[in-house]
């Protein structure tokens, strides 16, 4: 195969929710984790760059036409980033809103940390101080 | 509640395959995507940012004791970037592939174009040619 053109980077990441618990979990991500909604009330912007994360309802997604349908059933992990000095800021912020954490790791690499949660509909969210993954 | 930190990214966008696809799943990333592994083999750096693409085998991922245990059924969405240069390429080598284009769309945000396809685990891919999202 030749070279691959470039992927200039991740644009969506995705999340699911059901009829049963999207309104939490949609006022979880906005309310607790503080990310702004887009135009449309199903996206939202993380930090400073163009990372997108669309939460979608996978009763609905899994019967629509086009674009094609998806939507699984069971926990998604996703992790954001935050930094160092926000990281104890982000543990206190979650237990403030009533959520459990869950686990929290000093990982392999420099010694970062992260911990670990569940959103309303049960997917499993991490909030790192860095970026433990090699370049 | 207050004011949440900074979140400054998504660290690590994460798909899943089973036992029964993990082999030729890992390969399409790698040979098809071309997307690099990094250390331990089941991580991949997208586009010069730090984007993390984890790929996650559902049957073990859901039995682990910590992190907690995750691994969802069923298809899960996620969209890569390319750049509108690059974009016929892109639809060239998933063709060329024998990777069947199951949509394209044009979207509402500035005529941008994506095309999806399925990776083999049965997840739902996208390739765009820019950010439809608002800022």
Redesign the interface.
Known sequence: ??????????????L?CTSANEDATRAFYR?????PL??DGF?H??????????L?N?DE??KQD??????????????????PD?YD??KR?ITD?GVAI??E?TTWRDGLRSF?F?DPAG??L???DG?M???
Chains 1, 2 share one sequence.
């Not at 195969?1 to 995705?14: F, K, M, R, W």
């Open positions: 195969v030749s070279d691959a053109p470039p992927l200039t980077g991740i644009l969506e990441t995705v699911y309310d607790v984790l503080g990310l887009t135009g996206s912007r993380v930090g400073g760059r163009r990372d997108v994360l669309l979608f996978a997604a899994i086009n674009p094609p349908p998806h939507g699984p059933t069971g926990p998604v992990h996703v992790c954001f980033q935050t930094t926000n800021a982000w912020r809103a869950t686990s790791i670990y569940d997917n499993v991490e909030i790192a970026d993954w090699p370049p």
